[in-house]
């Protein structure tokens, strides 16, 4: 853990209660975003405070991409995504996180490619819709196929 106490991530990681968080490993935590209302689009924040992939560990690195994969199968299942963006940018929260966004069929046309950039951050999810959809992640990742994910609980 960080010992930037202004970070955002690093505070909520160290106390916050965790009920949007949908799975971790040793060096990456996984949430549901709380912008917008895209339901499965999920953010990996790597447990310490760094700016990027260059300042993480071979175990980081190495994991991250086992997890990205993971995740975008997990978002794919949960909502038979088209599409599955992936971007980090590190310039409003510099503590390294990867926005992990379905692009289903229903999403208008401005807002693909580039254009997500520019999906209304309001509203967000309701509270019982956040709960509901952080339920199914987990049960999806409970009940994959063995070798479809390696989970650490
Ligand atoms: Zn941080």
Redesign the pocket.
Known sequence: M?E?AR????KRQEHEPQKDVILSTDGFVVRHSRETNILGYLVIEARR?ILDLTEATEDEAAGYGALLKQVMALIRKLTGAERIYTFSLGEA?P?FHVHVIPRTDSLPRYFRGRGIMSYPLEPALKEEQMAEVCKSLRYLLKTSPPGSTQVKP
């Open positions: 960080s930037d970070c955002l991530i690093c405070h929260v503590h």
